[in-house]
Structure formats: C-alpha cells, structure tokens
C-alpha cells in the first residue's frame, strides 16, 4: 500500500479524490492550506516527509482577484510549485501537479482543440501565474502535469452549484454565451488521477497530459443543461462577454484535446453524463 499525500486538500478536486478512493488499496491523506502551505517550505517538506506519490490540488485560482494581485498568484501558482518540484526531486516521489485551459489565448476563430504539443498563450493574470508555475515543474525535471478546464462538482462553490442555486431562486439567468471550452466533473478528473496511481501508471508518465470530460459547451450551454437536469422552471438567456464586465480577459475558445492520453488506456465521459451523476449527489445530499 503506498501513501498518496494531497495537497488542497479543502477543495473540490481533492475532496472528489476523497470520494473516489474510498474503493482503493492505497492510502488517500488530504492535506490542507494549514497542514501544506505551497508558500511555505517548511510545511511542505513536513507534509511529504511520509509520501510515495504527491498530488498538487491546491493553488491561487481567483481568476478576477489575479489581476491585481499577480505578485500573490505567482507566488502560490509558480514559486510554490517550483518549491514543491524541487523537494519531491530530492526524495525522487512521483508529482503530480494539477494546471488549467487559461494558459492558452483562445481566440474567438480557433476551432481545434488544443494539444499537450501547443505553446502556451496566457491571457490574463491568472493563466500566466499556471504557465509559470508548470514552467517551474517542467524544468525541473520532476512530475506530470495535467490540464483540465471548467471543473465543477458536488462540493464546494463552483458554476454548476451556483447556477443550481440561483435557477431554483429566479426565472431567468443571463449566462455568456461566446466562451466555448469543456466542463469537468471533478469526479472524472479524479476517478484518472486515482487510476493512474492505483494501476501504476504514474511511474512512466512525464510531461504534460490534457484530461477533460468528452464534448464541449458555451458556459450558457453548460448552464441550460444544469437547469434542465435539476428540472428547475428558469430561463437561461446567452450574454456576451462584453457585457459582463469582467476584469480579467477570458479565452474566447479554450477546448482541450489530447494526442496523449491513449498512453492510460482512458475513455471519456461525455460531460452532460458526468453531470448527471454530480447533480444526482447534490440532491441525494440536500
């Protein structure tokens, strides 16, 4: 039995490989901020100091806060990683280091899915903080990194719980419609990563992985299939971008791809699927 240590351990992604270990044969240790601090060093060579295999969770992903605070993304998203890399080489402990869509520009007339072979072109704040942080992990020499885009799940906040909140309070939502990418259930991202631990995968992985749900969708496709699937009696109109306001830039298209994942023998989940399943936990446990 190996020790999985997993740092974010408060979050969404780390709370769904909770979930999705209880079935396995090694042990699952979810760490939080308090317990593995990627700004603090000390902290994380305390939290591996038992570890066979080292899942990254945690990370700065206030994609709007970033703006103004890059100096605080680069350091939780880029230094800490770079932090933690370095100590999982000297102990020779596998990575794994989880990383996002936004560090791809997306322009509005890309119709093809990014690749694990694509340069990075980060937009904004947040997305340049990630592309430094797998940056950091690459050059080192140590770990895997994987990509996912539009994570949601049973817990904690996240698009799919609050749109599910506010469609059974309203009856209309106003959702953008001109940002096309791939929602995630995070119990799909974790039923791979503890998969590829479990089955020994890990040990010949290197370099970067994409992993989403199967499809794509606009943010306001996403929105209309969760309101459907919960039955809730609400209208879900489509917005520009524009007229949202936001303070920090988005991918106009940010769909990953993967010329790299028939190395895990991994079929995917068509993502409405995937959210069945998580909208069927949410009301199982209401």
Request: one cysteine or more; glycine letters at 6%; proline letters at 3%.
């Amino acid at each position: 039995m190996r020790r999985v240590v997993v740092l974010g351990g408060e979050g969404q992604l780390a709370r769904s490989i909770a979930y999705v270990a209880q079935s396995s044969h090694n042990e699952y240790v979810m760490l939080s901020r308090l317990e593995a601090d990627l700004c603090d060093i000390a902290s994380l060579e305390r939290a591996v100091e038992c570890a066979d295999v080292v899942v990254n969770c945690a990370a700065y992903t206030n994609v709007e806060a970033a703006e103004d605070d890059y100096d605080g993304a680069l350091r939780v998203n880029a230094l800490g990683v770079k932090n933690l890399a370095q100590i999982c080489l000297s102990r020779s402990l596998p990575l794994i280091h989880i990383s996002t869509d936004y560090v791809f520009g997306g322009d509005a007339e890309r119709t093809t899915p990014y690749l694990e072979s694509d340069a990075v072109a980060p937009i904004n704040a947040y997305g340049r903080s990630k592309a430094e942080g797998e940056r950091a992990l690459l050059d080192s020499g140590c770990g895997v990194v994987i990509r996912t885009s539009w994570l949601y799940s049973p817990w904690c906040k996240n698009f799919c719980r609050t749109i599910l909140s506010h469609s059974a309070e309203r009856n209309v939502l106003s959702v953008v419609d001109d940002q096309r990418g791939v929602p995630t259930s995070a119990l799909s991202l974790a039923r791979f990563i503890v998969r590829i631990i479990d089955e020994e995968f890990i040990s010949s992985m290197r370099g970067i992985y994409h992993f989403t749900d199967l499809g794509d969708a606009t943010w306001c496709d996403f929105a209309r299939a969760i309101v459907e699937l919960s039955g809730h009696d609400c209208r879900v109109d489509a917005c520009t971008t524009q007229e949202r306001a936001m303070r920090a830039p988005r991918p106009s298209y940010s769909v990953l791809g993967s010329e790299r994942l028939n190395e895990t023998n991994t079929t995917l989940t068509p993502w409405r699927d995937a959210l069945r399943e998580v909208i069927d936990i949410i009301e199982r446990n209401l």
